[in-house]
């Protein structure tokens, strides 16, 4: 994707370089396209002795051409404090593909919001990641994504996400959620229903109401597009084995916005077939079928 496509990369005071809009976006338009120059496997990024991600890495940026190798070269690494090809990766990588961590140079240079206007999808069929406005964007609007995880840090409070940014990316973020310190409240509730949630020793995990809770905190907070869909989808199918018939048409209207805005090729699937289910009676009682497979 040329540079000239609907952003451009300038420098930014404070933050270095960053991407700023060339031209409106609205929800939903695919702000960026690339492909990856770096795909590692998942079971070489987990292996516990550095040296060997290493070797992996530096055979990869061999075989790249004199432009990928520049482009590489050009990011930043908060990882370490001399630059190293395994530093620039780990903090620029971003999770794609069966588990893999990818390179992309260009998305690697978006600054990051704890409230971005974009977000990263994996487009698994043309083996892309998508940078999608999440919100409308303005000519000569910064472009922004969030580099925190949603079912975690990113869910947290502004001490929290500062701390991890600081540790991870080597910035204080003083971005406008931060800096307001905006939904604190909301915010210890999520993380105490996602730790909740993700506790080992808990066998019933969240009730009906908890996770319906947890849903509408995540969407209040303007939490990642991917991760309030994923959370939506999960209560659909929790609210369709209660037979809640209020609570499963909220959460298709959710899933159905969400899936619209990411794109989602299963989306006219996903809708036939819910449209297809049948509500029957029985013993006075409403349940929702879903279609015959």
Not at 159 to 180: N, P, W
Not at 194 to 203: I, R, V, Y
Not at 209 to 235: N, P, Q, T, W
Request: proline share 4%; glycine share 4%; with cysteine.
């Amino acid at each position: 994707m040329r540079e000239d496509s609907g952003f451009r990369r300038v420098d930014l005071p404070g933050k270095g370089q960053g991407l700023v809009a060339s031209r409106c976006f609205d929800v939903g338009d695919v702000v960026m396209r690339e492909e990856p120059i770096i795909e590692m496997p998942l079971k070489v990024f987990e292996l516990d002795d550095p040296d060997r991600v290493e070797r992996w890495l530096d055979k990869k940026i061999n075989s790249m051409t004199s432009p990928q190798r520049q482009q590489f070269f050009e990011l930043s690494d908060c990882r370490f404090e001399d630059k190293t090809p395994l530093g620039i990766f780990y903090t620029n990588c971003m999770s794609f593909v069966n588990d893999s961590a990818a390179l992309f140079p260009r998305m690697a240079r978006t600054n990051h919001s704890c409230a971005p206007n974009t977000e990263f999808i994996t487009n698994e069929r043309l083996h892309t990641q998508d940078l999608i406005a999440v919100r409308p964007i303005k000519a000569g609007e910064e472009i922004t994504l969030s580099y925190l995880p949603a079912n975690g840090e990113g869910s947290d409070i502004a001490t929290k996400r500062r701390d991890y940014l600081k540790e991870y990316y080597g910035f204080y973020c003083i971005c406008q959620a931060c800096t307001s310190c905006s939904h604190n409240d909301t915010r210890s509730k999520i993380r105490a229903l996602q730790l909740k949630s993700s506790s080992d020793g808990l066998k019933c995990g969240l009730s009906l109401y908890e996770m319906e809770e947890l849903a509408d905190s995540l969407e209040r907070i303007g939490s990642k597009v991917h991760h309030c869909e994923e959370m939506f989808r999960s209560l659909f199918d929790r609210a369709v084995a209660a037979n809640d018939k209020t609570l499963v048409f909220k959460c298709f209207s959710s899933v159905y916005l969400y899936k619209s805005i990411i794109s989602c090729p299963q989306i006219d699937d996903w809708k036939a077939n819910f449209i297809r289910s049948k509500c029957v009676q029985i013993e006075g009682k409403e349940y929702l079928f879903p279609p015959d497979s």
